[in-house]
């Protein structure tokens, strides 16, 4: 008898701790394993499985997933995930097909946010759809850090991917399209963007304010009001990035640095607002 009651606690153990968790009351306090948690087939939304654990540790060696099944989801509220060890929390769609995961977003609100210093480890294999170009598909803000995977398509929103406030977005891959700004990053905010496509966006990549900083290398730029643009006080650097077909293809503001050092910058109606390699009267460069 004693022995079957070991052996029963062990295998309670090993369902709390294994791939897939059924329900919240078989996950214990702190996660110390890989964990699943299906939606909506366990958990009938993505905030009913982030309320599981809100008031449970991730432990160092722990993933935890929220796998979200295809299916077009509309109506959505804004996803706020904070996480204390949200660095350990993935979030996971299609990631061979993120259309077949697609999430239309209400009212003018944002998608998914992250705030206040906490980070997500990643989210991928998702199409994200504002409501009449409002709100910010993706939003890390106020010293929060962010990471999607090569799978995510942002379409629809005022903003498809910002960072604001000293926060940090990691998007390779990224595709933006139909948004008044497609990349964007504010007040001494960091975006990293390689091999972004932004098409058919007011402002393809827009950093302002503050030492903003955008890196997008490699990256296709088109059908833009704006292709490339820099306000004030910030960076942009899209080195052997493809820059046609846009009204202003690049433009610089104020105290200003545009990098676009082997890239093809032609076919725009104005290609550039002011002559590379030469500093602009308002302490700007276009660098090519």
Not at 208 to 218: D, M, Q, R, T
Request: charged share 10%; glycine share 10%.
């Amino acid at each position: 008898m004693y022995i079957r009651t070991i052996v029963l606690f062990l295998l309670s153990v090993i369902l709390v701790q294994g791939a897939t968790a059924t329900t919240c009351s078989q996950l214990s306090n702190t996660i110390n394993s890989d964990v699943t948690l299906n939606v909506p087939s366990e958990y009938a939304t993505i905030d009913e499985a982030l309320d599981c654990l809100q008031f449970k540790t991730i432990g160092r060696n722990a993933i935890v997933t929220i796998q979200v099944a295809n299916g077009n989801y509309v109506n959505q509220d804004t996803i706020d995930i904070n996480h204390p060890n949200g660095a350990r929390l993935h979030l996971i769609g299609n990631t061979t097909t993120e259309a077949s995961c697609s999430f239309t977003f209400r009212n003018g609100q944002d998608g998914i946010v992250v705030s206040d210093g906490h980070t997500l480890g990643l989210i991928d294999g998702f199409k994200l759809i504002g409501d009449n170009e409002q709100g910010s598909g993706i939003h890390a803000t106020r010293n929060s850090t962010l990471i999607t995977g090569e799978h995510v398509t942002i379409t629809s929103f005022q903003n498809g991917i910002y960072a604001s406030w000293s926060s940090t977005i990691d998007s390779p891959s990224l595709v933006v399209d139909d948004n008044v700004i497609g990349v964007r990053g504010f007040a001494g905010s960091t975006i990293s963007a390689d091999s972004c496509t932004a098409t058919d966006n007011q402002y393809g990549f827009s950093s302002s304010g503050g030492a903003a900083y955008i890196l997008a290398n490699s990256s296709t730029i088109t059908g833009n009001d704006y292709g490339v643009y820099a306000g004030y006080n910030c960076s942009v650097v899209t080195r052997s990035s493809t820059i046609q077909n846009n009204t202003n293809g690049v433009h610089v503001g104020t105290d200003s640095l545009i990098d676009v050092l082997n890239s093809t910058v032609s076919s725009n109606t104005t290609n550039y607002n002011a002559t590379p390699n030469t500093p602009t009267s308002t302490n700007s460069l276009i660098s090519n």
